[in-house]
């Protein structure tokens, strides 16, 4: 599994596991956490290993992977999504 996340800022990453639906079953979980006055981040969970580069760009989060790019767009009422190369 792979934390991908945009911004320069510094985050902290805690990964470990809780009970679940079921308190007998563990579930993984991640938080990242940052601190400051006007703190916003994205963050991307790839399964394996990847080389994918997020960033957010105005009000568009763009997602660049090996021959394409995932655009995602939120204007508070709807989620707009277009892949490209």
Known sequence: ?????????????????????????????????????????????VPGASALKLEVQGGEIVVRGDGWVDRVTFDGAEIRYRRGR
């Open 1 to 45: 599994m792979t934390l991908v996340i945009a911004g320069g800022m510094a985050s902290e990453v805690f990964q470990g596991v809780a009970p679940g639906p079921h308190p007998a079953v563990k579930q993984p979980f991640v938080i990242v956490r940052r601190t400051g006055e006007d703190v916003r981040f994205v963050s991307l969970l």
